[in-house]
């Protein structure tokens, strides 16, 4: 079974970046396709961000590109969401997920259905 467990949210202005990151208990992290969701009040829990097992391609919400970037750290067991240039609307919690192994593109890193394990959640509220 694997475990994540995120960290790093908080509140914070417009303009201003944060960095979330997920721990994961897994032995086999190298393995999983790793991901950020995120869901604020009253909506449905929609994809940000994804990373494959060897940080090769990544994949980006249309909203958050150029602004966020995800990354990996194979060795320590843990994948990051840098979030840059943030908005009110980047408002939500923030949720860790992991699948695996490997996927054809980007509509199948996007799928909530493809990812098997999820964290609780970090919440990141951004003020204007």
């Known amino acids: 079974q694997v475990q994540l467990a995120e960290s790093g949210g908080g509140l914070v202005q417009a303009g201003g970046s944060l960095r979330v990151s997920c721990a994961a208990s897994?032995?086999?992290?190298?393995?999983?396709?790793m991901a950020w969701f995120r869901q604020a009040p009253g909506k449905e829990r929609e994809f940000v961000a994804a990373i494959p097992w060897n940080s090769g391609t990544t994949y980006y919400a249309d909203a958050v590109k150029g602004r966020f970037t995800i990354s990996r750290d194979n060795a320590k067991n843990t994948v990051f969401l840098q979030m840059n240039s943030l908005k009110p609307e980047d408002t939500a919690r923030y949720y860790c997920?992991?699948?695996?192994?490997?996927?054809?593109?980007?509509?199948?890193?996007?799928?909530?259905?493809?990812?098997?394990?999820w964290g609780q959640g970090t919440q990141v509220t951004v003020s204007s």
């Open positions: 997920a992991a699948g695996g192994v490997q996927w054809r593109g980007y509509n199948d890193y996007t799928a909530r259905s493809n990812y098997n394990y």
């Open positions: 897994v032995r086999t992290f190298s393995s999983y396709v």
